[in-house]
């Protein structure tokens, strides 16, 4: 198994500038996340979702939105580019367990907006 | 609000000592905790968990303990070695209809061969 993969690994957009970060898990899980993790900081949940067809927001949503059409794919996208959103992205997934919440993490996609 | 921190930002040791990242959380309602290890340009990796109903959990060379009385949360590293050296992060679950963890903002740990 892959596991989490991310594209792209690095991407520099200008202000009001639009992209796609892609998502793509091959463990058959149901839970998927998007997190952003500023310098110095922890991870902040953007969104998540619990199925395919299935997204809600996390704790930072503003300025982004996300699309669950299969189980294997998580795409995040972001619309006018802000340089409040210079980031590294993390996407991750995890099973339905009961005895344990671990999630799976992608290598990220470091975004800077400028 | 909900919190994870964390009291050291940086730790430092020298290589075969062992090491103590500590982690402070404020939601009583969590019941389970996770230790994540990042080495630089990557992202979190497992390395050991822990359920709300269990005071300690032993891994190869990690020790989870954890102390719901000051809502405490600690990893122990033995015998530390310079591949060890990463941010480590603590994460606090709780089931709100998915699985939600939070995470603390990371301790850098530092091992000097």
């Known amino acids: 198994n892959a596991g989490v993969t991310q594209t792209p690994k690095f991407r520099i957009l200008k202000i009001g500038q639009s992209m796609t970060l892609q998502c793509t898990q091959d463990?058959?899980?149901?839970?998927m996340y998007w997190y952003r993790q500023d310098p110095g900081m922890g991870l902040k949940l953007i969104y998540y979702s619990v199925g395919a067809g299935i997204t809600d927001k996390g704790e930072v949503p503003n300025g982004y939105n996300v699309s669950r059409s299969t189980t294997e794919d998580f795409p995040l996208r972001l619309e006018l580019a802000a340089p409040s959103q210079t980031s590294v992205y993390f996407c991750?997934?995890?099973?339905?367990?009961?005895?344990?919440?671990?999630?799976?993490f992608g290598p990220g996609t470091r975004l800077t907006v400028t | 609000g909900e919190s994870v921190g964390l009291h050291l930002p940086t730790l430092s040791v020298q290589e075969g000592d062992n090491s103590i990242i500590n982690c402070a959380y404020s939601n009583s309602a969590s019941d389970y905790f996770i230790w994540y290890k990042q080495e630089s340009g990557k992202g979190p990796q497992f390395i050991i968990d822990i359920r709300s109903n269990m005071d300690k959990r032993q891994g190869q060379r990690v020790t989870v303990l954890l102390n719901k009385t000051v809502k405490h949360l600690s990893l122990q590293i033995a015998a530390t070695q310079p591949g060890d050296s990463a941010v480590y992060f603590c994460a606090e679950g709780e089931n709100t209809g998915f699985q939600k963890l939070v995470f603390g903002t990371g301790t850098r740990l530092l091992v000097s061969p």
């Open positions: 463990m058959n899980h149901n839970y």
């Open positions: 991750a997934s995890s099973p339905l367990r009961v005895s344990s919440y671990e999630q799976y």
